[in-house]
């Protein structure tokens, strides 16, 4: 991209307004896609769900994301067009989150292991725990009201 | 610069013009973007070694099930209005910049307008959910006594639910919720706000012919930058927070 503007044909200045569109149609259908996974999880959990299962879905949604990110970064942002050596002196350095990400949840699953166990110090075995219990009794659930 | 285009490999990195073949402004926003995503993915990192440390973490589904005006349940719905206002926001942006390759200064204009528009209908929205969560206060066990708290930086009433005396009642949930969910929605809301500012600065100066007489708009190519910027930290703080 230079700093001068562009002189475009009819024909190029539609095909890009049409390459928006679709990137935005894209992008409109992942959401509304990442938005009924997000809904099976919440209908799903209101059961005994396996835990692997929902994972599977959350990982589903995160595919979805990095998809939407993608479309975000190379059509809006235009990044897809620039040089190459540009586009690997923003994407290299961005790399670093694999590491960060990977290092950080890793540090954050043992504080718990070693929380639980009391440094390993006493037996513990992980539970499940879940913000709806299940078998609630009939009324119990609007017993205590909210203050709006 | 159309001709530099085609020059050999070793003129490319021989000095006098960007091997790159961008502005130095547009290149350092591009590293300033790059420098902000580090700070956002610090944040949200961070938010997920908490997470991954407790035992128990709040379920969104029940925190943000509520939408202004519907006394219903409805999880997910508002701040999905919020993430379609802000990607249809980055599409008007990307029109804007595409009428300023045109130098179409009407076109640029209108699509700032709807982006403008765009931005303050979201932070309008950020505005409501936060009201409705520090204000809407919820009943919580504890001590075996019933109090009643808000979702704020220092309570967190949204713990396990538990039976008491025939009721289901939610017990103290972790506290990093709050600091969490306020810290990284404010600084992304912060981050619209001055993307709002710096649109309406680039519409008066569209409107005032100033990069008309300059000769090109790429003004607002470094201002959609950063919008889009803005919607790409969007989509990863609405997985983090809303989704999963």
Request: proline letters at 4%; hydrophobic letters at 45%; a positive charge.
């Amino acid at each position: 991209m230079d700093t001068v503007a562009h002189v475009m044909t009819p024909e190029q200045d539609s095909a890009q307004v049409k390459r928006i569109w679709k990137a935005f149609w894209v992008l409109l259908v992942l959401t509304i896609l990442e938005l009924a996974l997000g809904l099976t999880i919440y209908f799903l959990e209101k059961g005994e769900p396996s835990a692997f299962g929902i994972l599977s879905i959350k990982i589903v949604i995160i595919i979805f994301t990095i998809a939407k990110a993608f479309y975000i970064i190379s059509i809006f942002m235009h990044l897809g067009d620039e040089r190459r050596n540009m586009i690997m002196s923003i994407g290299i350095p961005a790399l670093l989150f694999i590491w960060f990400i990977i290092a950080f949840l890793t540090e954050g699953n043992s504080i718990r292991y070693y929380r639980n166990t009391d440094a390993k110090t006493i037996k513990y075995e992980q539970q499940h725990i879940r913000h709806q219990p299940l078998n609630i009794p009939p009324g119990a659930e609007n017993k205590y009201k909210v203050n709006h | 610069m159309e001709t530099a285009a085609v020059q050999t490999k070793k003129g490319l990195w021989s000095g006098g013009r960007s091997p790159f073949n961008v502005s130095y402004g547009k290149l350092m926003m591009w590293y300033f973007l790059l420098s902000d995503s580090f700070t956002f993915g610090a944040f949200l990192i961070s938010y997920g070694t908490i997470r991954f440390s407790s035992n128990y973490w709040v379920d969104h589904n029940y925190v943000f099930n509520s939408f202004p005006g519907i006394h219903a349940n409805a999880p997910l719905a508002f701040v999905s209005l919020m993430t379609f206002i802000l990607i249809f926001s980055s599409v008007t942006m990307v029109l804007a910049v595409h009428e300023g390759h045109k130098m179409n200064k009407r076109g640029v204009e209108k699509w700032l307008m709807f982006t403008i528009l765009g931005g303050l209908a979201f932070l309008s929205c950020q505005a409501v959910e936060w009201t409705h969560l520090l204000t809407t206060s919820h009943p919580v066990l504890v001590n075996g006594q019933i109090e009643y708290w808000n979702t704020t930086t220092s309570h967190n009433p949204w713990g396990p639910r538990v039976l008491f005396e025939g009721g289901l009642i939610n017990t103290p949930g972790p506290v990093a919720f709050g600091g969490y969910f306020f810290g990284i929605t404010g600084f992304h809301g912060f981050h619209v706000s001055v993307g709002v500012i710096l649109l309406i600065i680039t519409l008066i100066n569209t409107k005032r012919g100033v990069f008309h007489n300059r000769g090109h708009y790429e003004m607002v190519e470094k201002i959609g930058l950063y919008w889009h910027f803005v919607d790409l930290v969007w989509v990863f703080v609405f997985l983090c927070f809303y989704l999963i």
